[in-house]
């Protein structure tokens, strides 16, 4: 079945450090990939979403490329700030499962000033 | 700021109690979700309403009942639940049925504690 691997946390760093997040898939097909992010106390927000190989999601400086090669979506950013202290999800969606998001575990993110 | 509001956001129930969970969605959205989110486990999908109709029940015991009277509102019934039922309660929507390209909007979620 589909599934989503991540990188295990939780992860650790410095304010300016730059961040790199691990998710590889297995899918049937071509599927859909996002990265939600779930700050303390609240529910997932979109952070951004591929939906075709080699396009580049990007959003308040974060970016992953959908790589079919490789079957990865690394979520990346240069200079974290405290402020992206979070809980990160990657997920995949595809056209046999429209509506079904698969999740990976989720990585814990904390920034330190 | 979110167009997906959740309430109760904390419940503590008992096992024998009956309770319900509600999600209310602003977005003008033809789909509704409902999720578990457990320690250390991916969110499992439970629910998934169309235009008012379920098209998706993954495997979840009768315990829960999901009701779906407009697109708009989305109730999770609750009864004789167990301990490890305990987790976080996510609702979301989405556009339209049937998208796989859909962005899912989630609420906030509701922390339940079944002693």
């Known amino acids: 079945g589909d599934s989503v691997t991540q990188m295990e946390g939780p992860v650790t760093l410095s304010e300016e450090a730059f961040l790199t997040i691990n998710c590889t898939y297995t899918a049937t097909g071509y599927p859909s990939l996002f990265w939600y992010v779930q700050y303390p106390g609240e529910g997932l927000q979109l952070l951004l979403k591929?939906?075709?190989?080699?396009d580049k999601g990007s959003n308040k400086g974060f970016e992953a490329t959908y790589r079919k090669e490789t079957t990865s979506f690394h979520l990346e950013k240069g200079s974290v700030q405290v402020s992206d202290s979070a809980v990160y999800f990657c997920a995949l969606a595809t056209i046999q499962g429209a509506q079904k998001l698969v999740f990976g575990q989720g990585t814990r993110l904390t920034i330190n000033p | 700021e979110t167009g997906v509001t959740q309430t109760p956001r904390h419940l503590v129930m008992g096992m024998t109690n009956k309770k319900s969970l509600k999600c209310e969605q602003h977005l003008g959205h033809n789909a509704m979700y409902w999720y578990k989110q457990s320690a250390k486990k991916p969110l499992e999908l439970m629910f998934v309403?169309?235009?008012?109709?379920?098209?998706e029940n993954n495997s979840v015991p009768s315990r829960f009942s999901p009701e779906c009277p407009n697109s708009s509102h989305l109730f999770l019934h609750l009864h004789t639940l167990q301990p490890e039922d305990s987790a976080l309660y996510l609702c979301?929507?989405?556009?339209?049925?049937?998208?796989?390209?859909?962005?899912?909007?989630f609420g906030p979620g509701t922390r339940l504690t079944v002693l």
């Open positions: 591929a939906t075709k190989a080699d």
């Open positions: 979301a929507s989405s556009p339209q049925g049937g998208g796989f390209t859909d962005t899912q909007y």
């Open positions: 309403y169309n235009f008012k109709e379920q098209t």
